[in-house]
């Protein structure tokens, strides 16, 4: 579950913020068909039960956030080319995020990595505060039976997963001479005007002005891109790192080389989807390593973050039930 999605147009604070997204790395490991499953849970993780109800009250928000986005009546139409309707996929999309979520808390424990009880204060005070404020917000939890407690459980998840990040990124050592390796064999990554951009990609372009409403109105455009966003950057906030021309497809690369830095574009059609770009640097000079190393270094990091989380999916032992 992502929090920040229920604050709908309220913009959450940057210690809300979740990389560790399941849309760019959805699981792909072997599941069974129930077997050994209790009743009251939706899937095992290395024999670690996922509850049938955190399941459930998940769903029930997700569900309540495409109705507030998109209007009810709509969830029976077909959603993919695998003829699924919109329930079955957000029904599976729920479910490989509370896998992904267990697993990466899974690998916390091992490190020990825990949570300071203050920032878990502060952060659920302020988070009550939004859904105080909510009025529809609090009687869709009445009328759901969805606890207090739900929403402090998970923030404590989302909290702990931004722990985990930050604890196996500053333990991840790139030396210059592997940095200056990238660099020669990267040469086109930074020669003449290159530009950093980010984006946020969605299949609607009504949706896209919604979004664009309400990065208009302060909403944060990395959170904006973790909660909505349907391409493999969501992980890193809608980071693209630098880039070249002849590397995004045309009508990508037109806007991005024609934008101000800090601008955000309109909508950008492609095959991929509705574009929401915002371009955040340009260079349009050779860059020499020296300049550049720093972001080598971190677009290396991020690599191997995203290798250790593949690894944790291959060796997991994960089975899920079929009938939900």
């Known amino acids: 579950m992502n929090l920040t999605r229920w604050t709908r147009k309220k913009s959450m604070p940057k210690t809300l913020v979740i990389l560790l997204a399941l849309t760019a790395l959805l699981l792909t490991a072997c599941g069974g068909g129930g ?3 209790p009743d009251d849970a939706v899937a095992l993780v290395n024999d670690q039960p996922i509850p049938r109800t955190t399941y459930e009250d998940t769903l029930a928000l997700m569900k309540m956030n495409y109705e507030m986005e998109m209007g009810p009546g709509f969830f029976d139409e077909p959603d993919n080319e695998e003829g699924l309707t919109l329930l079955e996929t957000i029904k599976e999309q729920v479910l490989e995020r509370l896998i992904f979520t267990e697993l990466v808390l899974q690998d916390a424990v091992e490190h020990d990595i825990q949570l300071e009880e203050e920032e878990f204060n502060e952060t659920m005070e ?6 105080e404020e909510d009025e529809d917000l609090k009687n869709f939890m009445a009328q759901n ?25 500053s ?24 530009v950093a951009a980010s984006h946020i990609l969605v299949e609607e ?3 896209a002005w919604e979004l664009i409403e309400q990065l208009e109105d302060g909403a944060d455009f990395a959170e904006m891109a973790v909660a909505h966003s349907t391409g493999p950057s969501s992980v890193t906030g ?7 021309k002849g590397q995004m497809v045309p009508a990508f690369e037109e806007a991005v080389f024609n934008m101000e830095v800090g601008a955000i574009s309109d909508p ?10 915002k371009l955040t640097d340009r260079i349009e000079e050779a860059g020499d390593f ?34 939900l």
Request: proline content about 1%; cysteine-free.
């Open 35 to 37: 077997n050994g499953i």
């Open 126 to 131: 302020m988070f009550m505060g939004f859904i």
């Open 145 to 169: 039976d969805i606890s207090e407690d739900y929403f402090k459980e998970e923030m404590r998840k989302e909290l702990i997963m931004m722990e985990y990040q930050e604890h196996y990124m």
């Open 171 to 194: 333990h991840i050592d790139i030396t210059d001479e592997e940095a200056r390796a990238y660099y020669d064999e990267n040469p086109d990554e930074f020669s003449y005007d290159q």
């Open 205 to 207: 372009e009504a949706f």
């Open 238 to 244: 809608g980071e693209l790192g630098y880039f070249g």
């Open 268 to 277: 950008v059609q492609t095959e991929f989807g509705w574009h929401i770009i």
């Open 290 to 323: 020296e300049s550049a190393k720093d972001i080598i270094i971190n677009q290396l990091q991020q690599q191997e973050l995203m290798d250790h989380l593949e690894s944790l999916q291959e060796s997991a032992d994960i089975q899920r039930r079929e009938d």
